[in-house]
Each structure stands twice: as C-alpha cells, then as structure tokens.
C-alpha cells in the first residue's frame, strides 16, 4: 500500500477555496478527538517553530474558539465558530486576526479506510480568488506538512 | 431622492456568493438592533406567511443562533454561528436544516447614507454554483422582500 504521508493542497478550479487530503494512520475518532481536544490540539496545529496557547474553546454546535501561536515576541491570533460538530465532521469559520477582514468557511471530515487508517479532508471557502490565492502562496503548506506530521507522531506515541 | 424600498438580488459573476443591497429609512444603530435582538428578529425576519420561534439565541461574537418558522403544520427550522458581531457588521454561518449540508457563510453590513438613511449590505456565499443558483431559483426574493419591508414598517411604527 502507498502511504501518503505529505497532504495534498489544491486550488478547486471552479470557487475560491483550497482543498486538503492527508491520510493517517489513525482511526476518524482519533482525528476528530485531535482537532476537537484543546489539549492535544495545541500540540500540532501549525508549523513546528510556534507555540499554541489556547485562549478559549468550546468545540460544540455553535461553540467557538481562539488560540494564539508565538515565536519569540511575535504573536498571531486566530478565531472562530464552530457550525457543527458532528461524529467525522467539523464545519467552522477561520480568521487570522493579522487580517480580520478575511473569513473562511472550513470543512473537514473523516473517512474510515479500513485497517487502522483514515483520509482527512478539508475545504476551507474564502469569498475570493484573489485571496485564496495569496494564502496558497503564502508557505501554508510549512505549517499543514509539519502540523500533521505532528498529528501523526501524537498518534504513533499513544498521546491521542 | 429616489427610495429604493425593494431589495436588489444578484448573483455575483465570479464567486458563488448572492449579494443583496436594501435601502432603509432607519439608522445603522436600527439595523443592527432588528438583527441581533431576537424579540424583534422575530417579528420582520421571512415571508409573512411564516411565524417565527426563536429556539435559542446568542449575538455575539462566538455566539450561536437557531429558529423555527412555522405555517400550520410545516416548520422550517434555521441555525448557524455568529462569528463576528461588530459595531455595524454581522459575520456568521447559516443552514437550513432541511438541507443540512448546505452552510453558507454571511456577511451583513449596513452603510450610513446620511438623513436618517441606511443601505444593508448582505453577501451569502456558498461553496457550489449549483446550490447558489437552486437557491437563487427557489423563490427567496419574497421572503427577503416581505421580510425587509416588515422591518422598515417596525422602525417606521416606532417599535426598534
């Protein structure tokens, strides 16, 4: 079996939003308990040269969220609400508070591939292409590769 | 000086998202009122052929917010987040749970005209062209325009 371990970024050709895969070895509850556990979710979210400090959290329809990522004196805030929090399945907004103008609507569920292993999906919509662009160029995929390689270590450590 | 009293409804030619402008006689403190107080939402929000319940109800930033509109035996039940409400701005989420995978995420703003005057902006945007257009096909011009003229008629009869 061929194992992707990188995540897949594509910019969907129709609307402005980027879309996201990235198989683990995990099962969907053990993903969704990473994404939605504030504790384990500061231990691998972005890139590995910030620190995630949890400012609030509340990961239920129509709950909300904010943490903050530092390296040395710099700060970056983001926010959100949750949507829905259902068994596989996450819809939130984003905002990166550098930028409070712009908002995303993300989606990220989990589909079971059988023996231990599981596809995660994410779709996050902005209302631009302009700007969907900008954050494709931006070196995202730094903190997407190095999060969920972090995600996937949680895992294989027994943390999750 | 020429009173738009219905709204304009469009579709925007590059990203599936509907925006829609309404010129009031009311000021922005108005319009921000008669959307976030869920005692007057109530009253103006739909066609009127609908009456509306509000299940729960929390307009603030991370707040949530669902209701039910009702016409004799059917009910037609909404709910979403509020991911931002600002001064004279509104960010949140937004689904029709007959439809529950369809969220699109609004951004209502109200701009001061000047002598007592306010146009409300509203962008809506979804993540397919095809469920922005079945929308745009559905007949929802009625509820927006019995909805906003019920809203005037509440500052008009001194009620917001």
Chains 1, 2 share one sequence.
């Not at 909300?64 to 926010?79: C, V």
């Not at 919509?125 to 949680?154: C, H, I, P």
């Amino acid at each position: 079996m061929t194992e992707i371990t990188e995540a897949t970024i594509a910019a969907d050709p129709k609307v402005p939003a980027i879309r996201i895969t990235r198989d683990f070895t995990a099962t969907p509850e053990q993903l969704m308990r990473a994404h939605t556990d504030p504790d384990l979710f500061k231990l691998w979210i972005g890139p590995d040269s910030l620190e995630n400090k949890i400012d609030y959290w509340d990961a239920r329809t129509g709950g909300s969220w904010r943490y903050i990522a530092a390296r040395g004196g710099d700060e970056f805030a983001f926010h959100g609400c949750f949507h829905e929090v259902g068994e596989n399945k996450i819809v939130q907004t984003f905002t990166w508070e550098g930028m409070p103008e712009g908002v995303s609507l993300e989606t990220i569920w989990f589909e079971d591939l059988g023996d231990g292993r599981t596809r995660l999906h994410a779709e996050s919509l902005t209302n631009s292409f302009e700007g969907r662009d900008a954050w494709l160029k931006s070196g995202m995929e730094v903190g997407v590769n190095e999060g969920y390689a972090s995600l996937q270590k949680l895992v294989d450590d027994g943390k999750i």
